[in-house]
């Protein structure tokens, strides 16, 4: 359920989420360049096309979020291509909602980023197995963050969510596993063979 619908949450809540993600898009434009739209237009893609195919578990389902890789490989510039990709899932789709934009935008990409910013200088120097390693952890903690903020969200909108979030919160475990292989054997292998798609351009702006 990390795509929320129309009607669940409070005007509060999709204010609030709104004007985060319009400031994460806008730091993501601002550190966009000419260089960086072929990789940033790339995941943004690789988001929509994994957001179509979500697999049930439990009383939700889940699909792959990638927001762990999109944040090592475009850092805030990760906000822009998930708010796109979002936008055209609810237009084209009917995934989620388009009042509450903001918040996916936010919960799918605001944790990659900041894990991404906090685990770079640990992955500049070390080996490309080591920063596989990291990168799977990465993704792993964002799957996290993600349940984490619809969660959030949720409860802040209403108390009645309150008792179903433990067991929607529990259906993310399996994606956490799952992102943290696919987006550790990425890296590995980008690391032996593009390294420097994964170093940050001077340019770019912090969250």
Known sequence: MAHIPDGVLSLPVIIGGGL?????VALGLRALDERDIPKTAILAAVFFVAG???????????????GGLMGLILGVRAFPAVFVGLLLQAVMFGFGGL?????????????GVALA????????RAAPTTRGVLAAAVAALAVVGTASGVALALAL??????????????TYLPLAVVEAIVTGFTVTFLARVEPEILTPAPREACP
């Open 52 to 66: 179509l195919f979500a697999v049930p578990v439990g009383p939700s389902s889940v699909h792959l979020l990638l």
């Open 20 to 24: 985060i993600a319009a400031a994460g």
């Open 117 to 124: 910013y906090t685990a770079r200088p640990l992955m500049a």
């Open 157 to 170: 909108s209403s108390p009645d969510y309150v008792p179903a979030l433990r067991i929607v919160a529990l």
């Open 99 to 111: 009042s509450s934009l903001g918040v996916d935008t936010v919960n799918m990409a605001l944790p």
